[in-house]
């Protein structure tokens, strides 16, 4: 397995598109996972504009064939609804099958928790935007290992830094990021993109919730 060092260049291209479709905002926002959050990163909009919407694939494709290989997986497997316009797109260019995993089962049809063609036993890469609490991402994984599918590893785009990485990784789902919100934070200060009390807020959720993840992880020994 190739080491994981995903390019200073690439990182600073994704910070200059995060910048310039102000896809980073300031506010107070609620997210999936219920929580309230002080910055929202929206990276549904990507796909609005042509250029980044290829050149951020381009970089999810280049570092999957760098950190992953080819040969490590036969499937990819895209989150509604964020992550499936890049997964889709990620896997035409790589030219494995596509699969998508919807919000709820379907009670009509073949009634599956995966759409499209998966065969039993064969290893599915799951891809979405970011990853928060890793929630969604764990039900995803949940939803194709039903379905017969094998889940080793998952790539975002952005991980938020606020447990995900590591819930992940306690269900044996090693997660790749290709850019932390801690680098898009401190990248935007020294380009004057956003002021030091904003830097300040984006820092601070993150320090509050691995706060938060190391209590629950003491409840969780304590009661194990």
């Known amino acids: ?10 990182k600073n291209e994704i910070c200059k598109i995060i910048n310039k479709i102000g896809a980073l905002q300031f506010g107070v926002f609620k997210l999936a996972n219920g929580r309230t959050s002080p910055y929202y990163v929206d990276l549904r909009i990507v796909p609005s504009f042509p250029d980044a919407f290829q050149k951020i694939c381009d970089f999810y494709s280049n570092f999957i064939k760098d950190n992953i290989g080819l040969k490590s997986f036969e499937r990819i497997a895209g989150i509604t609804v964020a992550g499936i316009p890049f997964a889709s797109q990620i896997a035409h260019s790589l030219k494995k ?11 009509h049809g073949r009634q599956r928790r995966v759409e499209g063609i998966l065969v039993s036993g064969e290893r599915v890469l799951i891809i979405d935007d970011l990853i928060t609490t890793g929630l969604t991402l764990r039900k995803a994984a949940t939803a194709i290992t039903y379905e017969g599918g094998v889940v080793n590893e998952a790539v975002v785009l952005l991980d938020r830094e606020e447990g995900g990485k590591e819930e992940l990784e306690r269900k044996g789902i090693r997660l790749h990021a290709l850019i932390k919100v801690s680098e898009i934070a401190n990248s935007l200060y020294e380009i004057g993109a956003i002021d030091e009390e904003q830097l300040k807020i984006v820092l601070k959720q993150i320090k509050r919730d691995k706060k938060s993840e190391k209590r629950v992880m003491k409840l969780t020994r304590c009661y194990s």
């Open 97 to 107: 099958p596509f699969l998508y995993v919807p919000e709820a089962v379907r009670l």
């Open 1 to 10: 397995m190739p080491l994981e060092k995903p390019s200073e260049t690439m």
